[in-house]
């Protein structure tokens, strides 16, 4: 059976970027974007043009720049977003208008002090006059995780019938649970009339650490779009990681669900927008982190160095690092330090080997970490005689 591709829609410059402290110039966005181009992203959303004068040149220049993806501007349901964000998208070769509205209870009545009714007018309106500018036109019901599924459904219903290509479910607070999440999107998908006219997107926020959980069961039940942003940085607690998504896609082909990025890609990708926001990756990270590939222990070393498979269900090369790491600490047992010796230029025997271990445990009692230069200082005192 052919694999269904999932749509990923990248919102590192847009939702990525609202993290404190990581603003971007337009030069560094303009990097980020060629990269995600080339990374096999589909949609790259680019930004909120009317929210300032940067934002709205980094789209426009972003739009000229990139060849593959289609390109995404943000607004809300204002009509005056929807206009700046249409000028800004004037030259992307794949346009699209990502507009929306609050459906939730708590935001028809805090944000908005309105009712149901109201909302759902305006997020028609919203739909309506965005497609008169451009054929491809997502609509984001915020705070949909919140929202009672039977009034969501009249929500999406109603803009589908307006034109809607793409319907965003996001979970903006991140408060589901990927069962509940992924019951939404089977609702919908069963109870909205015309539904097979849109793709339903995936955009979850991660504050209980279950953003990629939700993602993936979105797409388990039905959604054909996840939104995403690389290393998982955004809003808060952040977004769905996409190097996450893509590689649990990879590595469970049962799902029969893939989609165009070049995995190998991935790894560089998150090392240049850790370094342009100037926001470390937390080393134990999934799939990009430093920790992702290194073991320490000495049984996982052991096995590792046996057959990568015991301890690796993903190919370090697939992800774009050159290879697994055998860290010597304190943990670490005579597999590991002879495997680490003969890579720099020593093959120890049994003998040596025992010798050279005391030597090591004395070292890496005082020391976090074991380094290649120790390891013939380690040699020497331990008088073997190879060095
Ligand atoms: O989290 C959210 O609801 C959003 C929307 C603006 C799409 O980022
Ligand atoms: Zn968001």
Same mark, same amino acid.
């Given at each position: 059976m052919a694999q269904e591709h999932?749509?990923?829609?990248?919102?590192?410059?847009?939702?990525?970027?609202?993290?404190?402290? $990581?603003?971007?110039?337009?030069?560094?966005?303009?990097?980020?974007?060629?990269?995600?181009?080339?990374? #096999?992203?589909?949609?790259?959303?680019?930004?909120?043009?009317?929210?300032?004068?940067?934002?709205?040149?980094?789209?426009?220049?972003?739009?000229?720049?990139?060849?593959?993806?289609?390109? $995404?501007?943000?607004?809300?349901?204002?009509?005056?977003?929807?206009?700046?964000?249409?000028?800004?998208?004037?030259?992307?070769?794949?346009?699209?208008?990502?507009?929306?509205?609050?459906?939730?209870?708590?935001?028809?009545?805090?944000?908005?002090?309105?009712?149901?009714?109201?909302?759902?007018?305006?997020?028609?309106?919203?739909?309506?006059?965005?497609?008169?500018?451009?054929?491809?036109?997502?609509?984001?019901?915020?705070?949909?995780?919140?929202?009672?599924?039977?009034?969501?459904?009249?929500? $999406?219903?109603?803009?589908?019938?307006?034109?809607?290509?793409?319907?965003?479910?996001?979970?903006?607070?991140?408060?589901?649970?990927?069962?509940?999440?992924?019951?939404?999107?089977?609702?919908?998908?069963?109870?909205?009339?015309?539904?097979?006219?849109?793709?339903?997107? $995936?955009?979850?926020?991660?504050?209980?650490?279950?953003?990629?959980?939700?993602?993936?069961?979105?797409?388990?039940?039905?959604?054909?779009?996840?939104?995403?942003?690389?290393?998982?940085?955004?809003?808060?607690?952040?977004?769905?990681?996409?190097?996450?998504?893509?590689?649990?896609?990879?590595?469970?082909p049962?799902?029969d669900l893939d989609?165009?990025?070049?995995?190998?890609?991935?790894?560089?990708?998150?090392?240049?927008?850790?370094?342009? /926001?100037? /926001?470390?990756?937390?080393?134990?990270?999934?799939?990009?982190?430093?920790?992702?590939?290194?073991?320490? %222990?000495?049984?996982?070393?052991?096995?590792?160095?046996?057959?990568?498979?015991?301890?690796?269900? /993903?190919?370090?090369?697939?992800?774009?690092?050159?290879?697994?790491?055998?860290?010597?600490?304190?943990? %670490? #047992?005579?597999?590991?330090?002879?495997?680490?010796?003969?890579?720099?230029?020593?093959?120890?025997?049994?003998?040596?080997?025992?010798?050279?271990?005391?030597?090591?445990?004395?070292?890496?009692?005082?020391?976090?970490?074991?380094?290649?230069?120790?390891?013939?200082?380690?040699?020497?005192?331990?008088?073997?005689?190879?060095?």
């Amino acid at each position: 059976m052919a694999q269904e591709h999932v749509q990923i829609f990248d919102t590192t410059l847009r939702d990525g970027e609202q993290v404190p402290g $990581c603003k971007l110039d337009t030069k560094s966005k303009l990097i980020i974007a060629e990269r995600l181009d080339i990374l #096999g992203v589909d949609i790259i959303e680019a930004g909120f043009p009317v929210s300032s004068p940067g934002d709205f040149n980094s789209v426009v220049e972003i739009s000229k720049l990139v060849k593959n993806a289609t390109v $995404c501007g943000l607004t809300r349901a204002v009509e005056n977003d929807i206009k700046v964000a249409a000028e800004a998208l004037t030259h992307a070769k794949r346009p699209r208008i990502h507009t929306g509205i609050g459906t939730s209870e708590s935001h028809i009545k805090f944000k908005f002090n309105s009712n149901k009714e109201a909302i759902i007018e305006r997020a028609v309106a919203a739909v309506t006059y965005a497609k008169s500018f451009v054929e491809d036109v997502e609509f984001y019901a915020e705070d949909a995780g919140r929202t009672d599924n039977e009034f969501l459904a009249r929500v $999406c219903e109603a803009v589908v019938k307006a034109g809607a290509t793409v319907l965003n479910i996001p979970d903006t607070t991140g408060y589901c649970l990927p069962e509940e999440y992924g019951a939404k999107i089977k609702y919908l998908k069963e109870n909205v009339t015309g539904i097979h006219k849109a793709v339903l997107s $995936c955009h979850c926020h991660n504050d209980l650490g279950l953003a990629t959980a939700n993602s993936i069961a979105g797409i388990m039940n039905g959604a054909r779009q996840i939104e995403c942003t690389i290393n998982g940085i955004g809003e808060r607690a952040g977004n769905t990681s996409l190097e996450e998504v893509v590689m649990i896609m990879r590595q469970h082909p049962y799902l029969d669900l893939d989609t165009n990025i070049n995995s190998k890609l991935l790894y560089p990708t998150s090392l240049l927008v850790s370094e342009s /926001m100037g /926001m470390m990756v937390q080393p134990n990270k999934a799939v990009v982190g430093a920790n992702a590939f290194a073991h320490s %222990s000495g049984i996982h070393q052991d096995g590792v160095i046996k057959n990568r498979e015991t301890y690796e269900i /993903m190919d370090p090369h697939d992800v774009g690092v050159t290879e697994s790491a055998i860290v010597l600490t304190a943990r %670490s #047992g005579r597999a590991a330090l002879a495997y680490r010796a003969k890579n720099v230029g020593y093959e120890l025997d049994k003998l040596q080997l025992d010798k050279v271990y005391q030597e090591f445990l004395k070292l890496a009692d005082s020391k976090k970490e074991i380094n290649d230069e120790d390891i013939p200082v380690i040699i020497k005192a331990s008088n073997i005689g190879l060095v």
